[in-house]
């Protein structure tokens, strides 16, 4: 019946579907035989979007070892899945192609995993499974290159592992900066690693990389779960930051990270506002003091230097007014003499 329909059905969406039913029926009483293989080849064939068919087809090849058939309609619905630009299903075909052919085809297998990539070059699943397929013997420019592009993807142990070897196969190239580059991808990925950071804290001090060095103290700050660790990396970082690389913007970024974990320490504070009006901000170090005043009741005589030393910030940020009331309420406490206040005052008048 559905044979007869066939002939007088134009449309083609729905021809597709009627061939693949009567295929259906057709198992029911032949199973999966040449004739039921042959009309399954044949839909594939004739529309590649038909996957209900290429997937039924494939599974046939795949379970009978007709291995080459099933390469050549894998390589098909690539090509229809190009043509959609469909790059999900370009990478997930490419990767199952590349792993029929692995065995018999090393370099067949990685032209798949290459095509793949040129669609989803993020895909962590075929970078893994083109390195495997490059094996030792490769040249070693293409497995540190590969390497390379998958080491920012993975996390963890697997990242630290992939580090340490890719450093070593750069540096047996005579790329030092490259094994370095490895190194620290991998610990970027995995800053809890002991091994990445030691080598990496060994190098930056060997060659004055302060810069680096504080950076890295910051990573590992971030990655540890004791606050007093955490704490003295982050001060550590900030002063290589501003007495030898001479990043006053980056000090102030990892003291201002600390000053959050230590919100009451006054100490911290006072040298996070002298490097933020040191870095031109005036007004981010005002702020700090605020919130300092504010958990402070309004007779406490600890608020009169904090009133002081806000005057001073919004008056180089140029808020003349509010330094003048910070100058009054620090008189009203005791804090700054008459005169002063008034000498003060008139200064920011002028």
């Known amino acids: ?3 007869r329909v066939l002939e007088v059905v134009d449309d083609p969406k729905e021809l597709s579907r009627l061939r ?3 295929v259906r029926v057709m198992m029911d009483e032949l199973g999966a035989g040449e004739e039921v293989i042959d009309a399954l080849r044949e839909i594939a064939f004739d529309d590649p979007s038909q996957r209900d068919a290429t997937m039924l087809l494939s599974s046939i090849y795949a379970r009978t070892g007709r291995e080459d058939e099933l390469a050549e309609l894998l390589q098909r619905q690539i090509e229809a899945a190009k043509d959609r630009a469909d790059a999900p299903q370009v990478a997930s075909l490419a990767l199952r192609l590349g792993a029929l052919l692995g065995a018999r085809d090393r370099g067949a297998a990685r032209d798949a995993y290459y095509t793949g990539l040129d669609w989803d070059p993020q ?4 970078l893994r499974a ?5 094996g030792d013997d490769a040249d070693a420019s293409e497995r540190a290159d590969v390497m390379g592009r998958l080491l920012p ?5 697997e990242a630290e592992r992939l580090a340490l070897t890719l450093a070593q196969l750069r540096a047996e190239m005579w790329d030092e900066e490259g094994a370095e580059r490895a190194l620290e991808a991998g610990y970027a990925a995995h800053p809890r690693s002991v091994v990445l950071r030691e080598r990496l804290e060994a190098s930056y001090r060997e060659r004055g990389a302060w810069d680096k060095l504080a950076r890295s103290y910051v990573l590992y700050a971030r990655a540890a779960s004791d606050v007093a660790e955490k704490l003295t990396r982050l001060k550590e970082a900030a002063r290589l930051l501003q007495a030898e690389a001479g990043d006053h913007d980056g000090a102030a970024s990892a003291l201002e990270e600390a000053f959050a974990l230590a919100p009451g320490d006054a100490g911290l504070r006072d040298q996070l506002v002298a490097l933020l009006d040191l870095c031109g901000r005036p007004e981010d170090g005002a702020k700090h003091i605020t919130a300092a005043l504010d958990a402070l009741a309004p007779g406490d005589p600890a608020r009169g230097s904090l009133l002081v030393g806000r005057a001073r910030l919004r008056a180089r940020a140029g808020d003349e007014e509010g330094a003048a009331d910070d100058l009054d309420a620090a008189h009203a406490l005791g804090a700054v003499p008459l005169e002063v206040a008034l000498e003060q005052r008139t200064r920011l008048r002028d």
């Not at 895909?123 to 075929?126: H, K």
């Not at 993807?153 to 142990?157: P, S």
């Open 153 to 157: 993807l993975e996390t963890g142990e």
């Open 130 to 134: 083109l390195l495997a397929s490059l």
């Open 1 to 3: 019946l559905i044979g």
């Open 123 to 126: 895909s962590a699943d075929l």
């Open 20 to 22: 693949f039913e009567r």
